[in-house]
């Protein structure tokens, strides 16, 4: 049979896709090379009788038309946002709590800094300002820079709303802060350590970078885009695990119409005088389309899939130039108790994130052995305990643990990744856990340790990068994924990408899937 659009990869991002093209009509095939849909968000039963998000924990910002134009929230999908979102414990006994109330969070903070308490409302004030700017932005196409025509300008009307409410100034400041480091934009506003460790650790997640490095603030930003009310490092655990948000997706999918084929593993797109118009799978069959939608990574789809010999040689040099260089790992604990950390008095506190960010250096520090192709001794961990806000994801009594640590560099200096340099990566996370958490080791019933080599083969992510492409500004908005393919449209006719190394990248965000899918229905009109 002859679909009109063939979406190879059901991660969200390719559900989100096929569900806007089955809506308007389009006969669609998905078809997905591992056991189950969702790509990185997904929920496994990874020990048995205990239940992980594999890969991520927690979502931050949806595109906001999602929700409502899918009627996803229903019983299958339901988001807890934790409070304090993110509680950060300290070597002295001492800890900083993120709440989404401000003045809670002062208060927190006042034990470091009356200062800083003092300055906590006019910060968030000021970052949620900055985030209304790129909010607009994540749901547009990027214009072809440089060849911008009247119609491109026009399509960036969205931004004239935080224009008229926060005026040019903020838009200068946004400019401003963009390619600032993170100590930069701190040293405006902080001077408490906890605090200031903290935030950075929201600007290096997934980056092979410190937090010194430049433009580690819009990482910060982004993480940050639809941050409501000023809660920053904002949590929402998806109830039965980050894989009920894609099974939703897939069910809106199926009952639109969509077949989707999970293990159908695509080995090459089908071209023909540079359209494509099929897809060759390793089992061997063949299936025809009018467009081909690619979830998977640029360089996947198109080094790997399409074949550097159907591309222009200048096109093959700006897509092996993309930078991925993956950081980070996850390790996984099924626990027989919960952990007592020495600092933390109400289990409210273990409900959220848990980050190991003492100080802005302690992250740079932990960043410095990655340079050297290390893994660092006294990493960086952002620890959950899932199965504290939803019992079905562990046996009665016990627990679910997940970390997720930077950094583990995809390129070793020395040795490679093996059961070896997984261990001692397992016995860093441990032994900084213990510091708090004193006895933590004997709750250990059994563990899982993914390394960036594993991200890269059991998901596809090239180097293990979390986000198809690494999150800094030369692979921002109209670069992403490379300058002048920015509107998910590729070289080759009727071949389209929409997973998130494209605009506007990472995160559990759908937009991605709904902006290419907005490209795709509109060149279906023309
Ligand atoms: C360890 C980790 C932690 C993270 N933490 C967070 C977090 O806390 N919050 C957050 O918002 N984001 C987080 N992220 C980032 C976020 O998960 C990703 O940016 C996002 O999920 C990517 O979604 P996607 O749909 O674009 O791609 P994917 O989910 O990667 O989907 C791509 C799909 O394509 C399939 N595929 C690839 N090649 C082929 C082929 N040849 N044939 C068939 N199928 C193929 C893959 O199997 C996969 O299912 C994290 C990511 C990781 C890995």
């Given at each position: 049979?002859?679909y009109?659009?063939?979406?190879?990869?059901?991660?969200?991002?390719?559900?989100?896709?096929?569900?806007?093209?089955?809506?308007?009509?389009?006969?669609?095939?998905?078809?997905?090379?591992?056991?189950?849909?969702?790509?990185?968000?997904?929920?496994?039963?990874?020990?048995?009788?205990?239940?992980?998000?594999?890969c991520?924990?927690?979502?931050?910002?949806?595109?906001?038309?999602?929700?409502?134009?899918?009627?996803?929230?229903?019983?299958?999908?339901?988001?807890?946002?934790?409070?304090?979102?993110?509680?950060?414990?300290?070597?002295?006994?001492?800890?900083?709590?993120?709440?989404?109330?401000?003045?809670?969070?002062?208060?927190?903070?006042?034990?470091?800094?009356?200062?800083?308490?003092?300055?906590?409302?006019?910060?968030?004030?000021?970052?949620?300002?900055?985030?209304?700017?790129?909010?607009?932005?994540?749901?547009?196409?990027?214009?072809?820079?440089?060849?911008?025509?009247?119609?491109?300008?026009?399509?960036?009307?969205?931004?004239?709303?935080?224009?008229?409410?926060?005026?040019?100034?903020?838009?200068?400041?946004?400019?401003?802060?963009?390619?600032?480091?993170?100590?930069e934009?701190?040293d405006?506003?902080?001077?408490?350590?906890?605090?200031r460790?903290?935030?950075?650790?929201?600007a290096?997640?997934?980056?092979?970078?410190?937090?010194?490095?430049v433009?580690?603030?819009?990482?910060?930003?982004?993480?940050?885009?639809?941050?409501?009310?000023?809660?920053?490092r904002?949590?929402?655990?998806?109830?039965?695990?980050?894989?009920?948000?894609?099974?939703?997706?897939?069910?809106?999918?199926?009952h639109?119409?969509?077949d989707?084929?999970?293990?159908?593993?695509v080995?090459?797109?089908l071209?023909?005088?540079?359209?494509?118009?099929?897809?060759?799978?390793?089992?061997?069959?063949?299936?025809?389309?009018?467009?081909?939608?690619?979830?998977?990574?640029?360089?996947?789809?198109?080094?790997?899939?399409?074949?550097?010999?159907?591309?222009?040689?200048?096109?093959?040099?700006?897509?092996?130039?993309i930078?991925?260089?993956?950081?980070?790992?996850?390790?996984?604990?099924?626990?027989?108790?919960?952990?007592?950390?020495?600092?933390?008095t109400?289990?409210?506190?273990?409900?959220?994130?848990i980050?190991?960010?003492?100080?802005?250096?302690?992250?740079?520090?932990?960043?410095?052995a990655?340079?050297y192709?290390?893994?660092?001794?006294?990493?960086?961990?952002?620890?959950?305990i899932?199965?504290?806000t939803?019992?079905?994801l562990?046996?009665d009594?016990k627990?679910?643990?997940?970390?997720?640590?930077?950094?583990?560099?995809?390129?070793?200096?020395?040795g490679?990744?093996?059961?070896?340099?997984?261990?001692?990566l397992?016995?860093?996370?441990?032994?900084?856990?213990?510091?708090?958490?004193?006895?933590?080791?004997?709750?250990?019933e059994?563990?899982?340790?993914?390394?960036?080599?594993?991200?890269?083969?059991?998901?596809?992510?090239?180097?293990?990068?979390?986000n198809?492409?690494e999150?800094?500004?030369?692979?921002?908005?109209?670069?992403?994924?490379?300058?002048?393919?920015a509107?998910?449209?590729?070289?080759?006719?009727?071949?389209?990408?929409?997973g998130?190394?494209?605009?506007?990248?990472?995160?559990?965000?759908?937009?991605?899937?709904?902006?290419?899918?907005?490209?795709?229905?509109?060149?279906?009109k023309?």
């Amino acid at each position: 049979m002859r679909y009109d659009s063939i979406i190879i990869g059901a991660g969200h991002n390719g559900l989100v896709a096929a569900v806007r093209l089955a809506k308007a009509g389009q006969r669609v095939l998905v078809l997905e090379k591992r056991h189950s849909v969702g790509g990185i968000a997904i929920t496994e039963e990874l020990i048995p009788r205990f239940h992980f998000n594999t890969c991520v924990d927690y979502i931050r910002w949806l595109h906001p038309r999602l929700l409502k134009e899918l009627k996803l929230e229903d019983d299958r999908f339901k988001v807890q946002w934790t409070d304090p979102s993110v509680v950060t414990p300290l070597p002295d006994g001492n800890c900083l709590r993120l709440s989404a109330d401000a003045s809670t969070t002062a208060e927190s903070i006042r034990q470091f800094s009356k200062a800083d308490a003092e300055n906590w409302s006019g910060f968030i004030d000021r970052i949620a300002q900055l985030v209304a700017f790129l909010e607009p932005l994540y749901s547009m196409t990027p214009p072809p820079v440089p060849d911008l025509g009247l119609e491109h300008l026009i399509s960036m009307r969205g931004l004239l709303k935080p224009l008229r409410k926060y005026g040019r100034k903020t838009l200068v400041e946004l400019l401003r802060v963009l390619p600032m480091t993170m100590p930069e934009l701190l040293d405006e506003w902080f001077e408490s350590e906890p605090l200031r460790g903290t935030l950075a650790a929201s600007a290096i997640h997934g980056l092979c970078q410190g937090p010194m490095a430049v433009g580690t603030a819009y990482l910060f930003l982004h993480n940050h885009v639809g941050c409501r009310n000023g809660a920053l490092r904002p949590a929402g655990f998806v109830q039965g695990g980050m894989g009920n948000f894609s099974n939703a997706l897939a069910a809106a999918a199926e009952h639109l119409g969509v077949d989707i084929r999970t293990n159908a593993i695509v080995r090459k797109i089908l071209t023909d005088e540079n359209q494509a118009g099929g897809v060759l799978l390793g089992s061997g069959e063949e299936f025809k389309a009018h467009r081909i939608i690619s979830n998977a990574g640029p360089s996947v789809t198109l080094l790997d899939l399409v074949g550097r010999e159907n591309l222009e040689p200048r096109f093959t040099r700006q897509v092996k130039a993309i930078k991925y260089r993956g950081a980070m790992a996850r390790i996984h604990l099924a626990l027989n108790d919960l952990p007592r950390f020495r600092v933390f008095t109400d289990e409210a506190d273990l409900r959220g994130v848990i980050s190991i960010s003492p100080k802005l250096e302690y992250l740079e520090q932990a960043y410095d052995a990655a340079k050297y192709g290390r893994c660092s001794y006294h990493p960086y961990l952002e620890i959950v305990i899932p199965s504290l806000t939803d019992s079905t994801l562990a046996p009665d009594g016990k627990h679910t643990m997940s970390i997720t640590l930077q950094y583990a560099p995809y390129q070793l200096r020395q040795g490679e990744w093996n059961k070896g340099t997984k261990e001692a990566l397992l016995q860093s996370a441990l032994s900084t856990v213990s510091e708090y958490a004193p006895g933590f080791g004997d709750l250990i019933e059994d563990t899982v340790v993914l390394s960036p080599l594993d991200l890269e083969e059991q998901f596809g992510l090239t180097e293990g990068n979390i986000n198809h492409g690494e999150m800094m500004l030369d692979q921002f908005f109209f670069m992403r994924p490379v300058a002048g393919w920015a509107q998910y449209r590729t070289p080759i006719e009727n071949l389209y990408l929409c997973g998130s190394g494209t605009h506007p990248g990472g995160g559990i965000t759908g937009a991605p899937g709904w902006n290419a899918s907005r490209e795709i229905l509109r060149d279906l009109k023309n």
